[in-house]
């Protein structure tokens, strides 16, 4: 990858949340927490591929910096979604409520 002027660019990634719309230990959802265990800091996020039965889908929200080595960063989200089954429902909805993934 270049710049405009040509110069070569890499870009890190660092993730700087971990956020989901299901509260974090809820019914229905195995009982299991943290959910976003692994990832603040890192380039890489894990989540649990969990979600409670008795709602519509887990929507995880990552927060994350870009960073390009010359001084240049931006900020940014990204959605993943678990869905509620493989059934009838084929897209998680986020209900827009925002549990921290990375607490008990």
Do not use: K, W
């Amino acid at each position: 990858m270049t710049d405009p002027d040509g110069d070569p660019v890499s870009v890190s990634i660092s993730v700087t949340s971990i956020r989901q719309d299901e509260p974090v230990n809820g019914l229905g959802d195995g009982d299991t927490s943290p959910d976003g265990f692994f990832g603040i800091d890192t380039s890489t996020a894990r989540m649990r591929a969990e979600r409670s039965g008795l709602l519509n889908g887990r929507v995880y929200t990552l927060g994350f910096i870009a960073q390009d080595g010359r001084g240049g960063s931006c900020e940014g989200t990204v959605a993943v979604g678990v869905l509620h089954d493989r059934g009838a429902q084929e897209t998680p909805i986020d209900d827009g409520a925002s549990y921290d993934s990375t607490l008990p």
